[in-house]
């Protein structure tokens, strides 16, 4: 059974502070990992997409992987009250994929983030 | 550019009736992807199509199907309702063109079965 583990917070960070998200995952053979923000009563948005070791920034945010550790993180610099929300880990292992074919995504069970005026 | 479209937004259905979702991806989208989400269970697979075909399905019962058109649109049904299947229907649509790419998902249907 191929799991992806989050702690589910809440996380409480003061605004301007740097909030820290943190995700495991099982399957060794994962490839492609995502970071998902959903505010309350909407769908998920993509944030972020990292495939390879090491760190990829994009504005505020930074997401994390360690393949060896199975671990994949997400950190949030300057949060603001806005980045409240509940932010979902996705992973996508490569077996999933053939011929065009996207396979499924393997989603933790999300942590909520609330940022603090 | 558009953005994944699904409808209707929300649903009240009755216990043993039956309910068709509809998705229309992003435009050059071929790969459409099917999720509930509940807040016990969170967010659970149910089936993928591509190329009018589904290429990968997820635990849940036959009751839950679905199809794909020419157009990459897709439509999900879900027949003989119970009151367990009340959640967040999510579809994902993904350029399928290479291996490593992204899922961008509609602003979901809400369906409640009373």
């Known amino acids: 059974q191929k799991e992806v583990e989050q702690n589910s917070g809440p996380l409480s960070v003061p605004e301007g502070a740097i909030a820290s998200l943190n995700c495991t995952y099982s399957d060794r053979g994962s490839q492609s990992f995502f970071w998902y923000r959903q505010y309350s009563g909407k769908s998920p948005e993509l944030i972020m997409s990292i495939y390879s070791n090491g760190d990829k920034e994009d504005g505020r945010f930074t997401a994390q992987l360690n393949k060896a550790s199975q671990y994949v993180s997400l950190l949030i610099r300057d949060s603001q009250p806005s980045d409240s929300a509940t932010y979902l880990c996705?992973?996508?292992?490569?077996?999933?994929?053939?011929?065009?074919?996207?396979?499924?995504?393997?989603f933790g069970k999300g942590t909520k983030l609330s940022v603090k005026p | 550019k558009a953005g994944v479209t699904q409808t209707p937004r929300y649903l009240i259905k009755t216990r043993g009736q039956q309910v068709t979702l509809s998705c229309s991806p992003i435009?050059?989208?071929?790969?459409v992807s099917w999720y509930q989400q509940t807040p016990g269970q969170g967010l659970q697979f149910l089936f993928e199509y591509f190329s009018e075909t589904q290429r990968n399905k997820g635990n849940f019962p036959g009751r839950f199907s679905g199809r794909q058109f020419s157009n990459s649109r897709s439509e999900m049904n879900v027949s003989t309702l119970e009151l367990g299947d009340s959640a967040l229907y999510l579809c994902?649509?993904?350029?399928?063109?290479?291996?490593?790419?992204?899922?961008?998902f509609g602003q979901g249907t809400r369906l409640t079965v009373v």
């Open positions: 994902a649509s993904s350029w399928a063109g290479t291996e490593n790419t992204e899922a961008f």
């Open positions: 996705a992973v996508k292992s490569p077996a999933m994929y053939y011929g065009g074919s996207q396979g499924n995504l393997i």
């Open positions: 435009s050059g989208h071929r790969s």
